[in-house]
């Protein structure tokens, strides 16, 4: 029997969070014990899901789950998506940044572009 994996590609923006948070909870790729509570703010039965989901994705091994209490630990594809995450947020803020930088600097530049102008029609005028 051949033994398929699921590659994760993109995940809500809840359930990344919460595959965020595991991994920075599960140092070291062991099993931990979590109350629904402690994850998330969700309903216990979102939070549910969201662990069902990201069990049948290979991103986390859940040994057990009874009565909002979670026995996991993130596995190798989990851990690389929440770094991949992580990357894109980075490598997000960083263009955010350059973006507003470059704005700053082209309203300044058009802006004293157009008081040059301003002051040589005047000079001409005179």
Known sequence: ML???????????RTGALLERLERLCPGGGYHIFEAADLAP?????IAEAICYLSDSHCVDVRYAEGGTYCLRVLPAGMVYAQQARERARESDLRNRRTAIFAFCGAFAGGLLAALIAAVVVLIVK
């Open 42 to 46: 969700d309903s216990e039965e979102e």
């Open 3 to 13: 033994a398929h994996t699921v590659r994760v590609t993109t995940l809500d923006e």
